[in-house]
């Protein structure tokens, strides 16, 4: 059975702090993708990032970075010189490789980033 | 740019009446599409599966005949929650499935019975 474990559930930091929200996941698929989404007070979930499973390496995007690693199925997700607009929940999910992109969601981790 | 367009965002309802919430793909095809739905403070949990032209599947401990889906076209597909009560005010939200990229999420709809 596909899981994705978020054991963090709030973490605050303070402004230009940074923080990194931990991910694992569970999956007996060869093939799957991975990824991070943000969900802020408004309800969108906007995308931050997918990463398929034969895809290890790391990716940068601004103040956002993304390690994966398939030894320790984890997929962590850090957010360097945090700001205050940072302040969301953030989701980890996985989808199957099948490309219907059923997607199982992580419990969701609330970081509220104070000024 | 948004390639799934979720209506309504906001509705308020009395205990007891049907709200129908749909979600279309704007730029391709969706020959599946599922639904979400996240209690306050909780995860999005996967409710059903609707595939076009045929049955939708549910998760386990979703009533079928309370979350009606229906599929008709490869652009559209709908869920009303029939009869609804208090314990249904949720967040729900669409995604159309079949696609081999980011999976798309629709903007979510907030639904408050009273």
């Known amino acids: 059975a596909q899981k994705v474990t978020q054991a963090q559930t709030e973490i605050s930091v303070v402004e230009k702090e940074d923080v990194t929200l931990d991910c694992v996941y569970e999956?007996?698929?060869?093939?799957?993708?991975l990824f991070w989404y943000k969900q802020p007070p408004s309800g969108e979930l906007v995308f931050l990032i997918r990463r398929n499973s034969f895809d290890e390496q790391n990716e940068i995007s601004g103040r956002y970075s993304w390690n994966f690693q398939k030894s320790t199925s984890s997929f962590n997700f850090t957010i360097t010189a945090s700001q205050v607009v940072d302040s969301a929940v953030y989701f980890c999910a996985l989808s199957d490789g099948g490309g219907g992109f059923k997607t199982i969601f992580g419990a969701g981790t609330r970081l509220f980033v104070k000024a | 740019g948004a390639v799934v367009s979720q209506h309504p965002s906001r509705v308020i309802c009395k205990s007891g009446t049907s709200v129908k919430i749909e979600c279309r793909s704007l730029d391709f095809q969706a020959t599946t599409m599922f639904w979400y739905r996240q209690f306050p403070k909780q995860s999005l949990m996967l409710m059903a599966t609707s595939n076009e032209g045929s049955k939708a599947t549910y998760e386990q401990g979703v009533e079928k005949d309370k979350f009606l889906i229906n599929h008709a076209s490869l652009t559209l597909s709908t869920l009303t929650v029939t009869s609804a009560h208090p314990e249904d005010s949720s967040f729900y939200i669409c995604s159309p499935g079949g696609r081999n990229t980011e999976a798309f999420f629709g903007q979510g709809t907030r639904l408050t019975v009273v």
């Open positions: 999956t007996r698929d060869t093939t799957y993708y």
